[in-house]
């Protein structure tokens, strides 16, 4: 039983904030796709030092104008702590769309099944509040969360948090730099960058990142591709 405790907490710590964010970031930001518009993000990770390979496939779609309703899944696989599934429902609010030079806020509620090998399976909810600034026009945008999860396999809710900034270098091609994390994890720095193939409409992105949860240290790589339609 302690075992299973021990692996299904570190899963959960794999799981950046169990939020879901535009691409590349996991920190999430106040804005939601176009009412009646659908997007797809998809993207593999890879542990630099570990032997483990994630990924994600998270359509996304707004039939209602201010509420973004996400089911997905991923799937990680790995020596340490082992192959894990999960299964992702969530929906966005927005509360105060985000204006050039001006703010933001939306919440986000939702859930996510873990299905851990060799260990019981596990359903968790969270919540996420979110508030995104913008300054020089819309050139860099901060982006700040504070959220919860419920961990029903320790018993325990986690508070989890964020804090991001998006950098337009150009009209297509923008940085992304983060840190988040939650209790008991230590934080992850995450850095990146996307570019819009297509404006509006396809990204590819890549990024870097690391957690000093050692020994080993966990360094990882990411490349990820939206579709917007």
Known sequence: MLKRGLLLLVLLLCL???????????????????????????FIKRQKKLDEREFWF???????????????????????PGDSRFNILQ?????KALQTNGSGY?????AFRVSPFQAAHTTNAYVNAIGSFSFADD?????????????????????TWGLGAEIAFHARLYGILE??????DKPTLHYG??????????????TAGSQN??????????????ILF
């Open 16 to 42: 950046p904030m169990a939020a879901h964010a535009a691409r590349p970031f996991v920190t999430d930001d106040a804005r939601v796709v176009d009412e009646g518009g659908c997007q797809i993000e998809t």
């Open 58 to 80: 998270l359509p996304a779609c707004n039939p209602f104008g201010k509420v973004e309703l996400t089911a997905g899944r991923s799937w990680i696989d790995g020596s340490a």
């Open 91 to 95: 929906a966005k609010t927005l509360l």
């Open 106 to 110: 939306a919440l986000t509620l939702g």
């Open 139 to 159: 050139r860099v945008v901060i982006h700040a969360n504070l959220g919860a999860i419920n961990d029903r396999q320790a018993g325990m809710t986690r508070p």
């Open 179 to 184: 840190s988040y994390g939650q209790r008991a």
């Open 193 to 206: 960058l996307r570019l819009w193939i297509v404006p509006n409409k396809v990204q590819i992105d890549g």
């Open 213 to 226: 949860s050692g020994p080993p240290e966990r360094s990882f790589r990411s490349l990820g591709l939206r």
